[in-house]
């Protein structure tokens, strides 16, 4: 029996417009609340039931956070404009758009109509190509990736604990992040800190300030969107932590016994020359790739549009489609550029302030057209990079306001900047104050009260992780150098 179509198909029962936004993510949050005031009728489409703080994910994956503190329910945060009778929340997935009729369609079979769409479905990870890499490495975006990351590392020092045999133990006492931008720096830092405090005096047969943490860059610096005084900084607070840092690591394989990868390395005779190593681990956290949502394919299928080879859509100076006025694009799924200077458009960065401000605009835009106005570009303000390697250490990149002029600084005074700044933008009073209370507490304690989670054979029946007296197979191919 086919699935009958939502009701109002057309249009809404007091013949306003139907705004529908795919994702609350930043961008699609920004947006819903921008159009409160506006004379529309508005569906919000998300996969799940919350909003999330994506900076602060890492937290919960490294048990510094629970996740409520992070994530608030959809339907609360837009609880006003639910009452109002203007806004309604769907847990849905979309499954394709339809331009020649406008419409949404979703996972169930309904299907939506739309009078304008914005598109903010976010980004998703990218493993360039060898998405068989995910199984033994899992990134970091979903509320389930912080939860699966946490479980695997804390999972890593009981097995050590577990084993006798040294040499079998080491792989489980070995980490490796590959990436090296602000969420593997993040994770790295972090990681290095639960080794060497947080854990230091909770098992008899280990010592955690023996594991050995390693951070994986291809570039030839940590941060490479940051300045490169800030990006040496950040190596060396990373390395005064204990993490080994390792710019110019290419990897080449990943397995469920270790990492593969060619490190440039200066020879005798003054050349240069890759060598390959393989890093014995059984932990392996991937920060290195981003990848736009599949609805890009969606969108350029639909309607021609331009995709870059991240799979962002090419949006114009407004932020919509080429021949589609009514659809916009905005947040990590955009390949936006920023109009301050006409003349010189400049790529906006995928990161949570220009998703907001993308949201903001792409409201205001439709606001714009129903009053029979020109719609503006876009112009992003940057107001700054930061990144935080543990306690009392990060770096900061700060533009000051109306001046454009650009502060630099890093330690404890850039983290205790980071501290205010995500504390601020938090969503809800309670989670500020549930975060400051647990950072609070972890900066006099060393601890992570969030060290729990389920049973991994119920979760992962299939899972990577082998029991201690299972045999180790040799890798196909011994590589030269185990480093």
């Not at 029962?13 to 506006?38: N, Y």
């Not at 047969?205 to 490169?228: N, W």
């Not at 916009?328 to 400049?346: C, E, F, I, M, Q």
Request: aromatic share 8%; charged share 20%.
């Amino acid at each position: 029996m086919e699935t009958p179509p939502l009701p109002s198909p057309d249009r809404t029962p007091g013949g306003r417009p139907r705004v529908v936004i795919i994702g609350c993510g930043f961008g699609g949050l920004e947006a819903a609340q921008a159009l409160a005031a506006a004379p529309v009728d508005i569906v919000v489409i998300d996969r799940t039931n919350h909003h999330l703080f994506q900076p602060l994910l890492y937290q919960v994956a490294t048990a510094g956070l629970s996740a409520p503190a992070i994530a608030a329910p959809i339907r609360h945060v837009l609880r006003k404009q639910i009452a109002k009778g203007q806004l309604t929340v769907l847990m849905a997935e979309v499954t394709g758009i339809d331009t020649a009729s406008s419409c949404v369609q979703m996972d169930g079979g309904e299907h939506l109509h739309y009078d304008h769409l914005i598109v903010a479905a976010g980004a998703t990870h990218s493993y360039f190509g060898r998405d068989d890499w995910a199984k033994y490495a899992p990134g970091l975006k979903t509320l389930g990736d912080a939860f699966t990351i946490r479980r695997r590392v804390l999972t890593a020092f009981e097995q050590a604990e577990r084993e006798t045999d040294p040499v079998k133990r080491l792989p489980w006492l070995t980490f490796a992040v590959v990436g090296a931008g602000p969420t593997g720096v993040e994770m790295a830092g972090t990681m290095a800190e639960i080794a060497q405090q947080t854990l230091s005096a909770e098992f008899c047969r280990i010592d955690s300030r023996e594991a050995r943490i390693v951070l994986l860059e291809g570039a030839p610096r940590v941060l490479g969107t940051f300045s490169e005084d800030l990006s040496q900084r950040a190596k060396e607070q990373l390395e005064g932590l204990g993490a080994e840092v390792l710019p110019g690591a290419r990897v080449t394989n990943i397995t469920a016994f270790g990492i593969h990868y060619d490190l440039t390395e200066h020879q005798p005779d003054g050349t240069t020359q890759a060598v390959s190593h393989f890093l014995p681990t059984r932990t392996v956290i991937w920060a290195a790739g981003v990848a736009a949502s599949p609805l890009g394919k969606a969108l350029s299928k639909a309607t021609g549009c331009e995709l870059d080879r991240a799979g962002r859509v090419v949006v114009q100076p407004d932020l919509t489609i080429p021949h589609h006025p009514n659809i916009y694009v905005v947040g990590d799924l955009a390949n936006a550029r920023s109009y301050l200077d006409p003349a010189k458009p400049t790529p906006v960065p995928g990161v949570s302030p220009g998703a907001k401000q993308m949201g903001r605009k792409a409201a205001f835009n439709i606001i714009r057209r129903m009053k029979g106005l020109e719609p503006q570009a876009f112009r992003y303000f940057d107001y700054g990079s930061l990144a935080t390697i543990g306690k009392r250490a990060a770096v900061a990149m700060v533009e000051l306001p109306f001046t454009r002029k650009q502060v630099r600084f890093s330690g404890f005074v850039a983290w205790l900047f980071w501290l205010f700044v995500h504390v601020y933008f938090l969503i809800g009073f309670r989670n500020r104050l549930v975060v400051m209370m647990d950072w609070a507490w972890a900066y006099f304690t060393s601890q992570r009260h969030a060290r729990v989670f389920p049973d991994p054979h119920a979760l992962e029946p299939n899972k990577v992780l082998m029991r201690v007296d299972e045999a180790q197979p040799v890798p196909a191919s011994a590589p030269p150098k185990v480093g």
